[in-house]
């Protein structure tokens, strides 16, 4: 799939989503990508490349205001369905939260008596029956209950960009339930703004990147929620014409009797 669309804040440039490119070394995602247009609309004037943390915030608006004028694009509202929610569950994270280096670890001095754990499993088990498991890994001092810990416990292997925001986003989201945690927003927590400041510009510049982040998360499930409901209405619209077509039948029969 290729999409092509323009920048909102930069007519210097447009900005595509192409699932076929590749690179390996992009510092968000591949198939996000940017070009030159010199002032001339869509029109490429330069080869394509993978956008940067500098670019995204107004890759995503950019990318939603797109979307909102073309609701006929089903193929795009899909891909990006499926491309912005990849986050952890909840269920993991909540599991995480329990992964806490105690006491009880700290005094406990026998080997055979370490603690193990698996994310994937959400279950608990000891060195003598999870040491060569593995889906299993060792509770160390590392794990402290931080949102950094469970951050890292959250991580895909090999991650890029966009899979470390949707990490930082669903711990987030998760924290701004739990009244005894707290993080900083996304991309904040990720420094990807560290050199503009934490009360001033950095802090800003995350909050337009989480609101550009929901832009496209909204477009995307109000498309499916259409759909949804679009199925349910013909739905019930079949069974009435189901009901309208059985109808003749009951009729004759009662009339025979």
Known sequence: ???KFPSLADDQHGYA????AYNNSAQVHESFRMYQTYGDGLIQ???????????????????????????EDEELLRHLLFRLNRGPLRQAIE??????????????????????????ERKWGTHKTKQYDKRYQELTSDHDGT??????????????????????????????????RYMQLPGTF???????GYDSRGND????LRDAFEACVAIAESWQKRQHTECHINNYKNRLEHAHEQAPETVAESDNQ
């Not at 989503?17 to 076929?20: A, L, P």
């Not at 510049?205 to 337009?208: C, E, I, L, S, V």
């Open 205 to 208: 510049k995350a909050r337009a």
């Open 95 to 120: 599991f995480c939260a329990t992964v806490v280096w105690g006491k009880r670890d700290e005094e406990n001095k026998s080997y055979e008596k370490r603690r193990y754990f698996s994310i994937a």
């Open 190 to 196: 990720l420094k990807w703004f560290e050199g503009d």
């Open 147 to 180: 949102t950094k810990s469970l951050y890292r416990l959250l991580l895909p292997e090999f991650a890029d960009g966009l899979e470390r925001y949707l990490t930082a986003r669903a711990i987030y989201q998760w924290t701004m339930e739990d009244s005894d």
């Open 45 to 71: 004037h330069s080869p394509d490349w993978p956008i940067t943390t500098d670019n995204l915030t107004d890759f995503l608006f950019s990318l939603a205001a797109y979307a909102l004028e073309h609701p």
């Open 17 to 20: 989503i192409d699932s076929g």
């Open 1 to 3: 799939m290729l999409r």
